[in-house]
């Protein structure tokens, strides 16, 4: 693009960037006190100069040069009081530090095509009801920066506007982009301990409270999202983010867990065994008698709710006199029931069995309240199969390298956003970061 094309589009951008800072500052006067002061400071000036008329008093006699810049004054007048009013308004209209952080994007090269940084129209305090969020958003004219443009760049913008990012959001259609930001200093905290009160009010619930992002708590309800998929490299918190997860459903009584541990079950201790609705598979042949079991229960729960003209298990158990209970899959590492290498023909088809069993609840236990929790740290593609991850929606990702959060998220964000040496530190597939609830299964399960 040449020289010349560059200014004009330039130019265009700053026309309509004008007017909308005309447009923000005619709102802007209204609701501001110290704006419309200034506003009404300014026209009582020049009303106060239409009446005195210095023009007229400067003129002394007959002279024609006199009288012609009395002409003159008399005409611009009213020229430079429209002129000053209109710039007095977009300057109502225009964000404090408006340039500078125009600026900063233009450093980090968050520019479009032709080199146009995206422009502030707004800043705005969003306080939202949760006591650790004190918002400030900022909204961007595009410019033609994608949404996924800002994402990428998200740990640059962080450092050049020296704030943490919360979330970024398209609105006006694509046009704007708005940023939600804390600052720098009062970012997420490294440690949040679980408490008993963050359980859900309405109890028994489906409800799961995993942590917090800057935005406020983060959990998920089993009845919209069924089934989870967790990433992350060795030491991320995915062991405590599902010991974290599972503990909630054991405190509910209509839920049952099942956990697949091939280490000898090692990590699930005392207070896990003991629990009525908490079993542990520690072999491949109980997991396939399990998962089979399983799968009939899904075909028959299909002919209950069929028969009671119902679509999911949330409908039928609030018609339904004796409920559904809910049941709850999890393995710490797929890879221990999935991965096929160095096994015996019979073993490989064996875990294809499973791997068969887990696609179909993926794909159909959503409405028959049967749910997959999956926890990985190996980047192996091979390892899930597509039919499996596919029908995963949500996932979360702690901190991991290019590859593994692809796997997991299919894109590599969390590698950019998640620090290297965080603990607990995870982002969801829409992109949301939070620090999960830290909680010791050995002292404060049940
Ligand atoms: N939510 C958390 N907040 C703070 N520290 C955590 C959190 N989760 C885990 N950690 C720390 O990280 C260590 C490793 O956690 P773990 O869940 O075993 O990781 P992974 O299973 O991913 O290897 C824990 O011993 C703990 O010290
Ligand atoms: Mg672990």
């Known amino acids: 693009m040449d020289n010349r094309k560059r200014n004009l589009l330039e130019q265009e951008t700053q026309r309509k960037y004008m007017l909308l800072l005309f447009q923000t500052g005619l709102k802007e006067i209204w609701t501001d006190q110290y704006r419309l002061k200034v506003l009404v400071l300014y026209l009582l000036t020049a009303l106060l100069f239409s009446i005195i008329r210095p023009w007229d008093l400067a003129y002394s006699g007959p002279d024609i040069f006199d009288a012609a810049s009395r002409i003159a004054f008399s005409l611009c007048f009213p020229i430079l009081v429209f002129g000053g009013l209109a710039v007095l308004i977009m300057w109502a209209g225009t964000p404090s530090r408006a340039k500078s952080i125009q600026n900063n994007l233009q450093r980090i090269g968050l520019v479009n095509h032709a080199g146009e940084v995206p422009l502030l129209v707004t800043v705005r305090q969003d306080e939202t009801d949760d006591a650790h969020s004190k918002i400030t958003v900022l909204e961007f004219l595009a410019c033609g920066v994608p949404k996924s443009v800002w994402e990428q760049k998200s740990a640059d913008i962080e450092t050049a506007l020296n704030v943490h990012i919360a979330d970024i959001q398209e609105s006006d259609g694509k046009r704007r982009i708005r940023l939600f930001t804390v600052p720098a200093k009062s970012g997420l905290p490294k440690m949040l301990r679980w408490k008993d009160e963050y359980l859900q009010s309405d109890f028994p619930s489906c409800r799961l409270v995993l942590g917090e992002s800057l935005l406020g708590t983060v959990s998920l309800d089993l009845n919209l999202i069924p089934h989870v998929l967790l990433g992350g490299g060795t030491g991320s918190g995915k062991s405590v983010l599902l010991k974290l997860m599972l503990m909630q459903c054991l405190k509910q009584p209509n839920i049952n867990v099942t956990i697949a541990d091939f280490k000898g079950g090692v990590d699930f201790g005392g207070s896990w065994r003991k629990h009525p609705n908490c079993k542990l598979i520690l072999d491949r042949d109980t997991l396939i008698a399990y998962l089979d079991s399983v799968a009939e229960k899904l075909e028959q729960r299909k002919d209950l709710l069929g028969k009671a003209e119902c679509t999911n298990i949330y409908e039928y158990n609030s018609h339904e006199s004796i409920p559904m209970d809910r049941i709850v899959f999890a393995v710490d590492e797929v890879a221990e029931i999935l991965d096929k290498t160095g096994l015996t023909k019979a ?100």
């Open 347 to 446: 073993e490989k088809e064996q875990v294809a069995r499973i791997e068969n069993r887990l696609s179909t609840i993926a794909r159909q236990g959503r409405a028959f309240g049967i749910h997959l929790f999956l926890s990985t740290q190996r980047p192996d593609a091979n390892i899930l199969s597509g039919q499996i991850r596919n029908n995963i929606g949500y996932r979360i990702c702690g901190r991991a390298d290019n590859v593994l959060s692809m796997i997991i998220l299919d894109n590599t964000d969390a590698s950019n956003r998640i620090p290297h040496d965080a603990q607990g530190r995870f982002l969801t597939g829409d992109g949301t970061v939070f620090q999960a609830y830290w909680f010791d299964d050995a002292k404060e399960m049940f």
